[in-house]
């Protein structure tokens, strides 16, 4: 194990625990193997890790500079327009169903500690 199958696109379709027509053996630890089941191949998950954070740190640079009137959304090409977009909104979608642990409710005061300053032990 493992045989896959590749579509003509030559992305691997399915796996299989024996080799039939059509079909190519893998290495275990295949980078394409890795992908198909989802998982990352050892040793680069630091360095996928380092560059999703730089690419939010860019991110947070072109907000600055959009902020600061340096420079306007529409100097950068459309398609860099489009990713900027697309990542602000699954941001947004992202934290609108996390959980807000100090966001403000209607139960603040009830938890707002000043207000039992009176009571006994």
Do not use: C, W
Request: hydrophobic share 35%.
């Amino acid at each position: 194990m493992p045989y896959i199958r590749r579509g003509p696109d030559r992305q691997i379709e399915s796996l299989h625990r024996r080799g039939d027509e059509g079909m190519e053996f893998l290495p275990t630890g295949h980078p394409d193997l890795l992908a198909f089941i989802g998982q990352a191949p050892s040793g680069n998950s630091q360095f996928d890790r380092l560059d999703a954070d730089f690419v939010r740190v860019i991110e947070d640079v072109i907000d600055t500079l959009i902020v600061k009137n340096i420079i306007n959304i529409t100097d950068l090409p459309g398609e860099a327009q489009a990713k900027l977009f697309a990542r602000k909104s699954f941001r947004e979608r992202v934290s609108q169903n996390s959980l807000r642990l100090f966001s403000e409710t209607e139960f603040n005061t009830v938890i707002d500690d000043t207000n039992f300053g009176g009571l006994p032990p």
